[in-house]
């Protein structure tokens, strides 16, 4: 197996490429716990799923299980710790070096202290708050759960959820949409209000 300051080192330079939220977390964690970040070679994002390339020569992919298994790599011996991360509402990715599972990353958005007012001031109003997210369904319904959200749809590709964005349309729902990555983009089009975080 992999130590975690090896695991930290791949892991974080393999991010250093990644435009994606989370990134900078992985990033930032990694050099807070001394790693010597490098340059990725052959770097890759798969939308929805996670990012590739090469660190030190080897070959590894950082990101959720649908990433892992369509390469044919064996999540199962990690599953239970991945289930407990996310019970505890982490994102959960997982880390691969030559094509062997080698381990987990959870990174939790911390919840603003403002958020659960601003959700009781929607739901006086009427609001219904959707969490729509390409994260795992155990992860966010911890945090909606927290939260008081009314509806969750999770583990949806990017591409999808401008089409979750028509239902709610089409159910005669007015849609107002909060989004914080590019992938958000065609979803805030297609909203009535598109918010760009």
């Known amino acids: 197996g992999f130590g975690e300051a090896t695991l930290l080192r791949l892991a974080g330079s393999l991010e250093r490429a990644s435009e994606h939220p989370l990134a900078a977390a992985i990033v930032k964690g990694a050099e807070s716990k001394g790693a010597v970040l490098v340059k990725p070679e052959d770097f890759a994002s798969v939308t929805g799923r996670g990012v590739t390339g090469r660190v030190d020569g080897r070959q ?32 959960v990715m997982y880390l691969t070096v030559d094509e062997q599972a080698a381990g987990l990353l959870g990174v939790a958005d911390p919840i603003k202290a403002s958020t659960p007012e601003a959700l009781k001031v929607l739901h006086e109003e009427g609001v219904q708050v959707v969490m729509l997210t390409g994260d795992n369904r ?5 945090v909606a759960d927290r939260l008081g959200i009314d509806r969750v749809q999770a583990e949806v590709l990017p591409e999808q959820k401008s089409e979750v964005v028509r239902q709610l349309q089409a159910e005669g729902h007015i849609v107002a949409m909060a989004g914080d990555g590019i992938n958000d983009a065609p979803a805030l089009a297609q909203a009535h209000v598109g918010i760009a975080m």
């Open 60 to 91: 590894v992919a950082l990101g959720n299980r649908r990433l892992l298994e369509e390469s044919g790599v064996d999540t199962a011996p990690l599953r239970t710790r991945a289930d407990t991360l996310r019970a505890e509402g982490q994102t």
């Open 138 to 142: 155990t992860t966010a319904q911890a």
